[in-house]
């Protein structure tokens, strides 16, 4: 068996490796056993992107057959090197993004492995299914799938189907399977930080990086909303039908860019679906039913969304719309009698001003449901042009270590000088330590949660403790209404919910509430059980019998 790969210098590229096939709305079919057929396996060229709607970035070709990954490796090193191996899943809301997105290439994998030569790694990127590729559940779909009682969260299913792949593959391109880190931003920073929480994901990866995800609940949804929505993407297609298999027919027959223009900017979320994705990651998390011996890095940005230096005159009235795109009609308003939005001003010298009071609620959203660490990426400029502005994505040049896409992208001019190359080349080194060994050094103190304190990590100070001076009770109050929202009360084809909820004072109990699957197939229970300590902030424990 020959492949063809592109051979460096220093390192190696393997790309277009297909690692399942799909087909629409199906769980992927595993490749990790297939053997190439004899002759010679093309590797020189990136493999097409999933399909999406178009957003400005560079996307090579589109396909629906688009499940590949990328593999970068030294030039020296063979089944029994057994390096660290790192595994990219891009960002783009689970919507949009690619392994192979951008010009120049952003997640080239080849500078990271310029810049570990003395610990050498191997570097993975992977593609996965998007937006409504990815969404659709449906009980047509269930049904149609005998050993997969679910629907949905196909994206996930292509992520766990990657990671499936590198562990019985890997180690005949020098890694090691029994040492991997996932690594992700924003989108892809959630996912690493879910795939605890699924079913099968156990032993596949060994520590996580989480860049700027969004962790709220606002991005998780439950069954009864997934059916609701999908539902009405079946009417909107005209391919409502009695006959199940006829619904499927003409969904399938729908084309690509009839789909993704149907679908829009999103609507469906993660599916928390009880089997396969069985619980809210960051409770899971707090109750022990996570997946357990993972090293872990969480974080954001200082300045996720800098809503001053786009918009610094921003008035009330785009101030509130502003919001409402991000944090969803329910629950906009609270944050807007909150933070008495209604009378702020788009007087740049007013200390009522707008773009200032959004850019505080903005960082507490990102900062409430992290609480880790914040590291400081620009250099100094003045307030307005943005001092200290790191934004959201603008780690991933740094990161990645791509200087000429760091300059390309960047909206307020910073430049790749020495003390940026100096302090990529210490963000990668740690990246390279958090997957040799669980820690990224011996000065990154571990998070005690029961202090206020994160870790900043800057070009000028490498690392300071900060106290946690954002107000996070609004939004705390806001996840655990949305989680009774969606788990504590209704009604649906799938699941009959019942519960019992006792008043006393300001404080209410649900004693129980349980999900019972009615599908013949895959029968199972979640119960769900809330309380409150004495802080009055709402728990919920989660107990699943399959």
Not at 231 to 241: A, D, P, R, S
Not at 374 to 389: F, R
Not at 480 to 508: K, S
């Amino acid at each position: 068996m020959l492949i063809k790969m592109i051979n460096f210098n220093l390192n190696v590229r393997f790309h277009r490796i297909q690692y399942v096939t799909v087909h629409r709305w199906q769980p992927p079919i595993d490749l990790a056993f297939k053997l190439f057929s004899n002759g010679s396996f093309e590797a020189t060229s990136f493999g097409p992107c999933c399909p999406q709607p178009d957003t400005g970035i560079y996307i090579p070709t589109q396909d629906e057959q688009c499940l590949y990954l990328n593999i970068f490796t030294p030039k020296h090193k063979s089944n029994q090197s057994l390096l660290p191996v790192l595994v990219w899943i891009h960002g783009g809301g689970l919507m949009t993004g690619c392994s192979s997105q951008s010009i120049p290439l952003l997640y080239n994998g080849t500078n990271i492995i310029r810049n570990s030569l003395e610990q050498p790694v191997i570097i993975v990127t992977i593609n996965y299914r998007l937006g409504i590729f990815a969404d659709m559940y449906l009980v047509e779909l269930i049904k149609e799938n005998s050993h997969w009682p679910t629907a949905g969260n196909y994206n996930y299913l292509d992520m766990l189907s990657a990671l499936h792949w590198i562990n019985i593959n890997i180690r005949d391109y020098g890694g090691n399977p029994n040492n991997v880190l996932l690594f992700g931003e924003s989108s892809g920073g959630k996912a690493v930080v879910d795939i605890g929480a699924l079913k099968g994901s156990s032993n596949l990866y060994h520590h996580i990086i989480s860049q700027s995800a969004g962790l709220t609940s606002s991005y998780y949804s439950n069954i009864s909303s997934a059916l609701q929505i999908s539902n009405k993407i079946v009417e909107q297609l005209n391919c409502t039908n009695p006959k199940s298999e006829l619904i499927l027919q003409c969904l399938r027959n729908t084309s690509i860019n009839d789909l993704i223009m149907i679908y829009g900017d999103g609507r469906l979320q993660s599916v928390i679906d009880g089997y396969f994705f069985s619980y809210y990651p960051l409770l899971a998390i707090q109750h022990g039913k996570y997946n357990r011996n993972i090293n872990m890095i969480i974080g954001t940005n200082k300045y996720e969304l800098p809503v001053c230096l786009v918009f610094p005159d921003m008035d009330s009235e785009f101030a509130i719309l502003n919001l409402t795109e991000i944090l969803g009609q329910n629950r906009v308003s609270t944050v807007i009698n909150y933070y008495q939005l209604n009378n702020c001003s788009s007087n740049i010298n007013d200390t009522n001003r707008c773009c200032d009071k959004t850019n505080l609620i903005l960082d507490t959203l990102f900062g409430c449901s992290i609480r880790h660490y914040n590291p400081g990426i620009c250099p100094k400029l003045s307030k307005e042009e943005g001092s200290g502005v790191c934004f959201h994505t603008a780690e991933l040049p740094l990161v990645f270590g791509t200087e000429s896409y760091y300059s390309s992208m960047n909206p307020i001019n910073c430049t790749w000088d020495d003390q940026t190359r100096i302090y990529s080349n210490k963000i990668i080194s740690y990246w390279i330590n958090m997957a040799k060994k669980g820690e990224p050094s011996k000065q990154w103190q571990k998070y005690d949660s029961s202090t206020s304190k994160y870790l900043q990590f800057t070009p000028y100070h490498e690392f300071s403790m900060k106290s946690w001076d954002h107000d996070c009770s609004i939004f705390d109050q806001i996840e655990q209404d949305d989680l009774y929202e969606m788990f504590g009360a209704g009604v649906d084809n799938l699941h009959l919910t019942t519960g019992t909820v006792l008043e006393a004072g300001n404080d209410r109990l649900i004693e129980t509430s349980s999900y019972q699957h009615s599908l013949d197939k895959g029968n199972y229970q979640v119960i769900w059980t809330r309380t409150t300590e004495e802080n009055n902030e709402w728990q919920l424990d989660i107990d699943i019998f399959n």
